[in-house]
């Protein structure tokens, strides 16, 4: 094969520099994608398009496992619609608001519903944001607080459960980038072996019980916490009459729970069925997972017809509505896989490899992955965007450097998770000030204070990690992070709530 | 391999009853092709589950030719949306109504504008539809009239397009049927085979102007021009305002820019290694990306809309299609799951002795008609028919071309007429008219188009050439003048 030299790392930097110029991931993927099918072309722009949509697009497009992983993501998103259409969810958070007594539980309550909400991650700010705004003003605990747990409940919870959307599409990423390395393993095991080590996503949900048990705020947050005071003194906010809460059909619990169970129940005789006989490969899984959904989309419109008397139709109607949500982020798979396979032709990462070569240690080179994806998230507002050209990029690097995979593709997750959380133009940044019904400023700027605490203690559990790979760094570092929460409350934080 | 006899027809009647009886053709297919793995799966639920999903749903969804189909019916829908928004296709139809004056002139360039929009078959409603109605309001047309004009340029021209969205569509559906019979031919040669025979297509097309030349009307549409001429002596009617202001640029850029790609890639593999259907697929791929980034500069140059904003109405389009390639998913795996129980062997076996195979079209196009106007999806008759009764045609010895021919015009009759067919709710949406009148008005037009068709197809038991089509327009002409002058007015 014909070496491309320096003009191999073209179509990722190209990628990344547009990504992050023009915040479009499809126009920079697809650019990237095509300057690299023009490079093979001999910069023949005829023979470019035709390389680039007849080997590549359309040869990636009819791989077994990509078209499966597409149906199962139109599936999730079918179902998530429906699921979310059918009040369900709402009705289950509702149950949650009953056990507040104190801020302190108030607090608790909301992000113990973020968490159980985990099967979406914009839904989650959608439906715990506006159940507890009445509660958070109730409690007189400002809105930017609300906006920061759900926040913070949303995309570092749904990272973590391998079986919705998020771990679909990561997992269809980390299969295709260990094929183009010639890697052979289940992405399913890869997945979780990476599990342990996604120390933002940890770190992040497990710091709100941690701050919220100090009951007080510090930095920015408790700057809010007191503007928010004078402000209802001087009665300038919170005077508007609160909306009601849509419950036109009164849904029942059952709505979600049934749904669900039925869900997991066909996920597990079918994964179980497989496990005792010819083992759970990835096509079983995916199968599995489209078949849970499916029957749980189906329970869930048995029940609207049941409760709410929606016709089938209109539950199917639904059902597609949900799934043309996915169009985007199938195209952006599409496009990563493409990008993949040209970068795979063009030999990026054995170049890349060559280049960096023995000038670092590879134990510090999830740390600098760690760096490159909260960058270059933070830049795009898009974690998946940044996960999709990155996974490509760095995996083969790693591989030819012999730094630790499980250690790296976690790098990737986290940084791209930390640069999403902190970035003011990230979608669900966004949604969460949107539904907390917050000023969208002043929820970053709230927020930035704490997530860059997480921020620091997983590049310190990168740091340690790179050197005694062990999943028990997770634990250390918890036990680390709750003293500097501690402390950094100590030091500055007070119980702002009632002062002016 | 194991006969399964008549339950090997099971998946496909439960099909044909569900869509009949639900008129929901999704979850019709997916029973009926459940229904089938069941079967297969000595129904054993659990195991049917399985097969469907590991063996037919992915494994069907993952053929080249299939997965470039469902890419292209995105990207096309994606492009049929921005041009609609981009007010490219209005302005299209704008320059044309600059030349109307009287009735007969208002309808011809409603029928005109149909055919130009030929690229999408509900566009053409909701675009042409809107357009003209105050048109037709100044010139004190029914809006019955509009209905039936815009429905009969939608579907049948499109259908005569081998580049847009239907000829993709029938295309695969070829393929898919002639790589079961194992015969190797493209599927692009074959739909040019069957062109001149698509009589329905045809015959409805010229339909509207040989009405529209006599000036006159017969049956229901009289009735509702008169009802029409009574309510506008009664009162006048308000005059929709005009829409914003859309230049031909809009529409002539993207134009350019997609025949010219498509016809250099065309030919370009034209003189080189021959033009096969992934050149065909890619070229139209590009074509139509390309002249939706037209598009984009467009509205970015005239209506200031950010090429972000574009882009989120070129995906908005692809998702409309969603359906669609639900539908194109299913349809193949019940044509796949068909072929596992040899439903088609068992169909032929069972008409074998009884029919000449000479007519056997005639029979096609009549299940056809009535399928596809009982489901009112031509589409969903199409992925049916295809799988199922052309198996029947080869081992019975009937011309597959004509066979084609028969289900695509029994298909696009019953689709025209069926008050459930998607088309038809939009024409009438898109002429404002309530459904039930278009539905009623349109019938004995599109019937007499429909005995016509019929008469073709015993034209061509006896003789078989595609100057049929030539007899039959001239003996249509005959017969709507004589309507005319019998009942018209």
């Not at chain 1, 169009?327 to 798979?333: D, N, S």
Request: charged share 10%; proline share 4%.
């Amino acid at each position: 094969m014909e070496s491309y030299g320096v003009l191999s790392i073209l179509p990722p930097a190209l990628s990344i520099v547009l990504a992050v110029y023009t915040r479009n991931i499809i126009f920079s993927l697809g650019t990237g994608a095509f300057s690299g099918a023009l490079i093979i072309a001999n910069f023949n722009p005829f023979f470019a398009f035709a390389e680039f949509l007849e080997d590549h697009v359309f040869v990636q497009l009819a791989i077994p496992s990509n078209n499966q992983v597409m149906i199962v993501m139109f599936t999730i998103g079918g179902f998530i619609h429906m699921l979310d259409k059918s009040g369900g969810a709402r009705a289950f958070a509702g149950v949650m608001v009953k056990f507040i007594g104190s801020p302190v539980k108030a607090q608790m309550a909301s992000w113990a519903t973020g968490l159980s909400v985990f099967f979406t991650d914009s839904g989650n700010a959608l439906i715990v944001g506006p159940l507890f705004k009445p509660v958070f003003r109730e409690l007189k605990i400002c809105r930017e607080k609300l906006a920061y747990i759900v926040d913070t409940t949303a995309a570092p919870l749904s990272i973590l459960i391998p079986f919705v959307g998020w771990g679909v599409y990561i997992m269809s990423l980390i299969e295709n980038a260990y094929g183009v390395v010639g890697l052979e393993e289940e992405p399913l095991s890869v997945l979780l072996s990476v599990w342990p080590y996604q120390f933002y996503a940890f770190l992040a949900l497990i710091s709100i019980p941690m701050i919220l048990t100090t009951g007080k705020d510090f930095g920015p947050m408790a700057r809010a916490q007191k503007r928010y005071n004078q402000g209802l003194i001087d009665g300038t906010i919170d005077q508007e009459v609160e909306e009601v809460v849509e419950k036109q059909h009164d849904p029942k619990l059952s709505t979600v729970f049934l749904p669900l169970g039925v869900m997991f129940a066909t996920m597990v005789i079918y994964m179980g069925y497989f496990a005792y006989t010819e083992g759970v490969k990835s096509v079983h899984v995916r199968a599995g997972i489209c078949l849970s959904y499916l029957f749980a989309s189906f329970a869930c419109a048995y029940l609207m017809k049941k409760h709410q008397n929606k016709p089938w139709d209109e539950s199917l109607g639904l059902f597609f509505e949900g799934m043309q949500k996915l169009v985007f982020m199938c195209m952006v798979l599409v496009l990563a896989w493409t990008l993949s396979s040209l970068c795979n032709e063009l030999q990026t990462g054995a170049y890349l490899a060559a280049l960096i070569g023995d000038s670092i240690n590879p134990s510090f080179f999830p740390l600098i992955v760690f760096f490159l994806g909260a960058i270059m998230s933070f830049a795009t507002g898009s974690s998946y965007g940044t996960f999709a050209i990155l996974m490509i990029i760095v995996i083969p690097i790693a591989h030819t450097l012999g730094a630790p995979m499980t250690l790296t593709i976690a790098a990737v997750l986290s940084g791209g998770l930390f640069g999403d959380h902190t970035s003011p133009i990230s979608d669900t940044t966004v949604l969460a000030s949107m539904a907390a019904g917050c000023a969208h400023i002043d929820h970053v700027s709230t927020q930035f204070a704490y997530a860059a605490i997480n921020g620091v203690m997983t590049m310190l559990a990168f740091v340690v990690a790179g050197f005694y790979q062990s999943p028990t760094i997770i634990l250390g570092i918890i036990v680390v992070q709750f003293f500097v929460i501690r402390m950094a409350m100590k030091m500055y934080g007070h119980d702002a709530r009632g002062e002016a | 391999m194991e006969s399964y006899g008549v339950l090997s027809v099971v998946p496909l009647v439960i099909s044909i009853f569900l869509a009949i009886y639900t008129r929901n053709i999704i979850l019709s297919l997916s029973i009926g092709a459940f229904s089938g793995t069941l079967i297969l799966n000595s129904y054993n639920p659990f195991f049917a589950v399985v097969s469907l999903m590991s063996d037919h749903a992915f494994v069907q969804a993952s053929t080249p030719a299939n997965t470039q189909v469902l890419f292209m019916t995105m990207v096309i829908g994606g492009f049929v949306n921005i041009l609609d928004e981009s007010g490219g296709a209005r302005a299209f139809s704008a320059a044309i109504v600059k030349y109307v004056s009287t009735r007969r002139s208002g309808q011809f360039a409603t029928w005109a504008s149909g055919i130009s929009i030929f690229f999408s078959d509900t566009a053409n409603s909701l675009v042409v539809g809107p357009l003209f109605r105050p048109v037709y309001t100044q010139l004190k047309i029914c809006r019955e009239k509009l209905a039936y004009i815009i429905d009969t340029t939608a579907s049948p021209v499109v259908i005569l397009i081998p580049v847009a969205s239907w000829g993709v569509y029938i295309m695969s559906l070829i393929e898919n049927s002639y790589s079961d019979m194992g015969i190797e031919e493209d599927a692009f040669s074959v739909l040019l085979n069957v062109w001149p025979y698509q009589f329905y297509a045809f015959l409805a097309l010229l339909a509207v102007p040989m009405v529209i030349s006599t000036g006159k009307d017969f049956g229901p549409m009289l009735k509702a021009q008169k009802r029409y001429d009574e309510e506008v002596k009664l009162n006048e009617v308000v005059e929709a305002p005009e829409q914003g202001e859309s230049r031909l640029i809009m529409v002539i850029l993207p134009f350019a820019i997609m025949i010219v790609t498509l016809g250099s890639i065309l030919g370009y593999y034209a003189f080189t290694e021959g033009i096969k259907s992934v050149h065909v697929n890619a070229g139209l791929c590009i074509s139509y990306i390309l002249s939706s980034g037209g598009c984009a500069y467009v509205m970015k140059r005239f209506k200031n809309t950010s090429y972000d904003a574009s882009m989120n109405i070129f995906f908005v389009g692809a998702g409309k299609l969603i359906t669609v390639a639900a539908i194109l998913i299913l349809a193949w795996v019940l044509s796949s799951i068909c072929r596992d129980l040899q439903t088609g062997e068992f169909l032929a076996s069972l008409i074998g002795d009884t029919l000449d195979p000479r007519y056997f079209p005639i029979v096609v196009f009549f299940i056809g008609t009535i399928m596809s106007f009982a489901t009112g999806s031509s589409w969903g008759t199409f992925a049916i028919l295809m799988a199922t009764t052309l198996p029947v045609a080869n081992i019975l010895g009937a011309d597959l071309v004509l066979t084609i021919a028969a289900i695509l015009g029994g298909g696009l009759f019953g689709d025209h007429t069926s008050p459930i067919s998607d088309t038809t709710v939009l024409a009438s949406m898109g002429a404002d008219c309530p459904h039930i009148n278009h539905v009623m008005t349109q019938l004995p037009y599109a019937v007499l188009t429909g005995i016509m068709t019929i008469c073709a197809f015993i034209l061509l038991a006896i003789y078989q050439t595609p100057y049929v089509i030539f007899i039959m327009i001239v003996l249509q002409y005959l017969a709507i003048r004589f309507m005319m002058y019998r009942y018209g007015e």
